[in-house]
């Protein structure tokens, strides 16, 4: 790993998208209706959380994922294949590591493949970005 290789606006950018595509993924129309189901949450009770923590160790935890893909991606023969596909591969490790931890607290299978789904496409998302703006 040679750290000169990591473009840390990318990083930025990719931890950021994660907000993005959380926005998107579960939102009512996609997926929001049913994690709230399956997560037994009333819409009053998501409200009544303190928004300023949620969403800033989000944003702490979304920038340090990306910064470390970046780090497996410090090479110059990084490009956009290889970013994707490294971020794919990321996701499938963090999906798993998910549905493991879903199956101990009896959580539905339709509830892993969100949460699941999400940490996915989230990383593969980030292995584009990192890979594609070297």
């Known amino acids: 790993m040679d750290i000169s290789h990591i473009n840390w606006l990318a990083i930025i950018v990719a931890g950021l998208s994660a907000f993005m595509v959380g926005g998107i993924w579960y939102s009512k129309p996609l997926f929001g209706n049913a994690w709230m189901t399956d997560s037994n949450l009333t819409i009053e009770q998501v409200q009544t959380g303190n928004k300023g923590k949620i969403f800033g160790f989000t944003a702490v935890f979304s920038l340090v994922m990306a910064a470390n893909l970046g ?8 490009d956009l294949a290889w970013g994707t596909t490294a971020g794919f591969l990321a996701g499938i490790w963090t999906f798993s590591a998910i549905a493991i931890h879903s199956l101990f607290e009896l959580k539905s299978w339709r509830h892993i493949f969100i949460n699941g789904g999400y940490s996915l496409v989230s990383l593969t998302l980030m292995g584009a970005i990192i890979g594609v703006w070297r």
Not at 72 to 78: E, G, P, Q, W
């Open 71 to 78: 780090m497996f991606l410090a090479d110059a023969k990084t």
